[in-house]
């Protein structure tokens, strides 16, 4: 069974950094997809950031570019969204997602199977 387990959000100020942890079970091979999303009170769940396992390619949606970067510890199964400059804007509820068939479009949120708990992000002005 996939487990996925964030972890590390908390509340900074404005400019300030974070760094959400996910960390993987269960799969025998390394996901095809693995993505980080957000969800702000009354708004729809939105894709932040996805990176391929096979090529390490990275997407990022626009309101994080330059920002917000995807490392991950292969040996650790873990995925990492690192996370500065933050805006007031960036308060929501982070998740990460996993996915091991195909996918076109890594910022959807129909192209997950698996699915963290999240982790919630509270940036202040």
């Known amino acids: 069974q996939v487990t996925l387990v964030e972890s590390g959000g908390g509340s900074v100020e404005t400019g300030g950094s974070l760094r959400l942890s996910c960390a993987v079970s269960?799969?025998?091979?390394?996901?095809?997809?693995m993505g980080w999303f957000r969800q702000a009170p009354g708004k729809e769940r939105e894709g932040v950031a996805a990176?391929?396992?096979?090529?390490?390619?990275?997407v990022y949606a626009d309101s994080v570019k330059g920002r917000f970067t995807v490392p991950r510890d292969n040996a650790k199964n873990t995925l990492y969204l690192q996370m500065s400059s933050l805006k007031p804007g960036d308060t929501a509820m982070y998740s990460c997602?996993?996915?091991?068939?195909?996918?076109?479009?890594?910022?959807?949120?129909?192209?997950?199977?698996?699915w963290g708990q999240g982790t919630q992000v509270t940036v202040s002005s």
């Open positions: 997602a996993a996915e091991d068939g195909p996918v076109t479009f890594p910022l959807h949120v129909s192209a997950y199977k698996y």
């Open positions: 269960g799969y025998n091979a390394r996901p095809n997809v």
């Open positions: 990176i391929f396992g096979r090529s390490d390619s990275v």
